[in-house]
C-alpha cells in the first residue's frame, strides 16, 4: 500500500461535520461517527498538490472552467464506464443534491409526481416535497435477506399521467447493489413507455467491488440517452465533497442551457478556485489512489462481515456491490422503533444513519460507513458486540 488509510487522522478539531454535528441529530457528540457518507482518509496527493500549487499562486478570484476541465471528465467517463459523453451536453453544479432540485424545478412542474425506489438516500424525499412535487414510492423488493431488486409490476402500478421523472439511484444507497445492465434495461423500457423521464444519481458509481460492473443508465441505448440527465461527481470518489463539485449530463445541449441559466439566475455557476483544480487533477492522476482505496474498502467491509457473522450473527449483513456503505439489519432483535436506536447510541454510542431516515422499508435497519480506519471499525464491532451479543 502506497497510501496510508490506516492512519487515524484527527477530525474533530478541523470543523469535520460528521465529528461534530453528531449533537444536532443524537443529542451528543460522545459517539463514533459511522454516519455521514464522506471518509476519514485523506485525499489522492496529486490532488492535495493541485490544491497547494494554488494556495501558493495566493490568488483567489472567480475562476472560469475551460474546455479541458469538461474533457477531462468525459475521457474518465469514457476510460472507467466506456460511456461516451459530448462536451456540449455535459455542465457544472455545486452537488448532486441541489442540482436535483434545480432539475425538479426547471423540468417538472409544482403537483407533478417523482418517483423513487426505498429505501433511499433520504435527500431524494426532500428535494421532491420541498419544491411542492409528489413524491411515488416504489419499494425495492427484498427477494432474498437483505438483497433487494426492483419490484417492476409494482412501478407500472403507480405510473399515471402526473409522473414526471424516476430518481434512480445508481448505485443504490443504502442497499449497496450496483444495478445489473437487464435490471436496469427493464427499468428504461417500462419508464420510457410510460413517457417518464429518468434521473440518474451516479454518485457512488466509481466505488465499486470486485465482480461488479457499473452500467451508467443513460448509456444504454439511444432511447437510454434521450430520456435520462445523470449526475456523478469526483466528491465520493476522492473525498472532496466539501470542495462542492459535480457533473451533470443532459439528453442535449439545450436542455443543458435551462440548467446553466437557472444555476446562474442563482449565481451559484462557478467552482471555487479549489474545488476546480482538485477535480482536474482527481480525474487525470487520482486513479492509482482510488486503486488502492478500493481494496482497502473492501477488505474493511470483509472483516465487518467476517465478525459478524463469528460474533454477533443474530446481526445480519449482505455484502455491498458497490458504495462504502453497508446495511446492517438488526430485525431479529424484535426492538421496537426507538429501542433500537437508543441501544445503539445511548448503550454502543455509535452514530449510524437510522434506518428509517431511508423510508419505512429501513425499519431495523443501519446504515453504517466504512471508510475509515481499520481500528475505527474494530471498535464498533466491539461496541456492538458488548450491546448486541
Ligand atoms: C446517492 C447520493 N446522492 C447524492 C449525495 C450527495 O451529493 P452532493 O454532496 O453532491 O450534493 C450522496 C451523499 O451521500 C448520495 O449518497
Given at each position: 500500500m502506497n497510501y496510508e488509510f490506516d492512519k487515524v487522522i484527527d477530525r474533530k478539531e478541523h470543523h469535520s461535520a460528521k465529528w461534530r454535528e453528531m449533537d444536532k441529530k443524537f443529542?451528543?457528540?460522545?459517539l463514533i461517527p459511522?454516519?455521514?457518507?464522506?471518509?476519514?482518509f485523506k485525499t489522492a496527493p496529486e490532488i492535495t498538490e493541485a490544491m497547494r500549487e494554488k494556495l501558493e499562486h495566493g490568488i483567489f478570484g472567480y475562476v472560469n472552467r475551460s474546455d479541458e476541465y469538461y474533457e477531462i471528465a468525459c475521457n474518465w467517463l469514457k476510460k472507467r464506464h466506456s460511456w461516451e459523453v459530448s462536451t456540449k451536453n455535459i455542465t457544472y453544479s455545486p452537488g448532486v443534491v441541489p442540482a436535483l432540485s434545480i432539475i425538479i424545478q426547471e423540468f417538472t412542474k409544482p403537483g407533478d409526481k417523482i418517483i423513487i425506489q426505498s429505501p433511499?438516500?433520504?435527500?431524494f424525499y426532500n428535494v421532491i416535497e420541498e419544491n411542492n412535487r409528489e413524491v411515488v414510492l416504489n419499494p425495492l423488493k427484498e427477494?432474498?435477506?437483505?438483497y433487494y431488486e426492483m419490484n417492476y409490476e409494482d412501478l407500472i402500478s403507480k405510473i399515471?399521467?402526473?409522473?414526471k421523472f424516476l430518481i434512480l439511484c445508481n448505485p443504490h444507497n443504502p442497499v449497496g447493489r450496483v444495478w445489473k445492465k437487464e435490471e436496469l434495461e427493464k427499468l428504461g423500457k417500462i419508464c420510457f413507455e410510460k413517457g417518464v423521464k429518468v434521473i440518474s444519481d451516479?454518485?457512488?458509481?466509481?466505488l465499486i467491488f470486485k465482480e461488479n460492473k457499473h452500467m451508467p443508465?443513460?448509456?444504454?441505448?439511444k432511447e437510454f440517452e434521450e430520456n435520462t440527465i445523470t449526475c456523478f461527481a469526483p466528491t465520493k470518489t476522492f473525498n472532496i465533497a466539501g470542495l462542492y463539485s459535480s457533473f451533470i449530463v443532459f439528453p442535449n445541449s439545450k436542455d443543458r442551457d435551462i440548467f446553466e441559466e437557472a444555476l446562474g439566475r442563482i449565481d451559484l455557476k462557478r467552482n471555487n478556485p479549489f474545488s476546480l483544480v482538485a477535480t482536474m487533477a482527481a480525474y487525470e492522476k487520482g486513479e492509482p489512489w482510488l486503486k488502492e482505496l478500493l481494496v482497502y474498502l473492501e477488505e474493511n467491509i470483509d472483516y465487518l462481515i467476517g465478525y459478524i457473522k463469528e460474533n454477533i450473527p443474530k446481526i445480519k449483513v449482505r455484502k455491498p456491490e458497490g458504495t462504502y456503505l453497508a446495511w446492517l439489519d438488526f430485525?431479529?432483535?424484535?426492538?421496537s422503533k426507538g429501542e433500537l436506536e437508543r441501544k445503539i447510541i445511548e448503550e454502543a454510542k455509535i452514530a449510524f444513519d437510522d434506518g428509517l431516515w431511508f423510508g419505512e422499508?429501513?425499519?431495523?435497519f443501519q446504515r453504517i460507513n466504512v471508510?475509515?480506519?481499520r481500528v475505527m471499525i474494530e471498535e464498533v464491532l466491539k461496541r456492538l458486540e458488548s450491546v448486541f451479543k
Open positions: 443529542g451528543t457528540n460522545d459511522m454516519w455521514i457518507a464522506d471518509m476519514d433511499v438516500y433520504y435527500p427477494t432474498e435477506r437483505g399515471d399521467d402526473d409522473v451516479e454518485i457512488h458509481s466509481d443508465f443513460a448509456s444504454l441505448g430485525r431479529d432483535y424484535d426492538l422499508e429501513g425499519e431495523g471508510a475509515c480506519p
